[in-house]
């Protein structure tokens, strides 16, 4: 089952602005991560906040955790045509290291 | 360096049928896990290997089983393919590091089944 909705499922914006999308998770979590996944190929880790941590930056990208509100957002700042893919929030448990992905946000960036 | 690399990335199968996928985890990685993920929606956890032993398992059933090697590689084999085990098939790999471990993932195998 999913633990996490990612919002919206789909967002088009036009290249330079910011790309911002959200993630709500269901039980306590250890962290959370993002994850890029382009046109069905294999997903490339973005970034990891522990639950301890509130916000956390990488490059062009701004992640929040709020886990009173089981939510995370990942912004995106100054976005690029190749910036196009599917962006999934995944969970990880304390005590075991599988993930529990999302159902993902397909960001589309119009040049 | 190579990263995770996974084969074969195509596959067509029939209903009934077994199937083994293979996974070369990243140099250095000792944790293998797999992942299926069904068109349109996120990955779903199957099984975690390290040390040859499958440490944790998601909702799959008996059918699907797994293996890892002593260089770190692992194969997925599902029986009795149904249907609606079409889907890309993900390994990751990764350090054991109690979960904060990023995964490295594949390219995946495209499973269809017919």
């Known amino acids: 089952s999913q633990q996490g909705e990612e919002d919206p499922q789909a967002l088009s914006i036009q290249e330079g602005e910011n790309a911002t999308m959200n993630c709500s998770y269901k039980?306590?979590?250890?962290?959370l991560q993002w994850y890029r996944q382009n046109s069905g190929r294999g997903l490339v880790h973005l970034i990891l906040i522990r639950s301890n941590e509130r916000e956390k930056h990488s490059g062009r990208l701004r992640v929040t955790l709020d886990t009173s509100k089981k939510s995370s957002s990942l912004l995106i700042t100054a976005s690029r045509a190749a910036d196009t893919a599917s962006y999934f929030c995944?969970?990880?448990?304390?005590?075991?290291?599988?993930?529990?992905f999302g159902t993902g946000t397909r960001l589309t960036i119009i040049p | 360096d190579a990263g995770v690399t996974q084969s074969p990335t195509h596959l067509i199968k029939t209903r009934g049928q077994q199937v083994t996928l293979r996974c070369s985890p990243k140099s250095g990685h000792d944790t293998v896990s797999w992942y299926q993920q069904a068109l349109g929606q996120g990955p779903q956890f199957i099984f975690q290997?390290?040390?040859?032993?499958?440490?944790q398992r998601g909702n799959f059933p008996d059918r699907f089983s797994g293996h890892q090697f002593p260089n770190y590689s692992s194969e997925l084999n599902v029986n009795a393919l149904l249907l609606g085990d079409s889907a890309l098939y993900l390994c990751?790999?990764?350090?054991?590091?109690?979960?904060?471990?990023?995964?490295?993932f594949g390219n995946g195998t495209r499973l269809t089944v017919t």
């Open positions: 039980t306590s979590i250890n962290n």
């Open positions: 995944a969970t990880g448990d304390f005590g075991n290291e599988k993930l529990t």
């Open positions: 290997y390290y040390e040859e032993e499958e440490r």
């Open positions: 990751a790999s990764s350090l054991l590091q109690g979960g904060d471990s990023p995964l490295h």
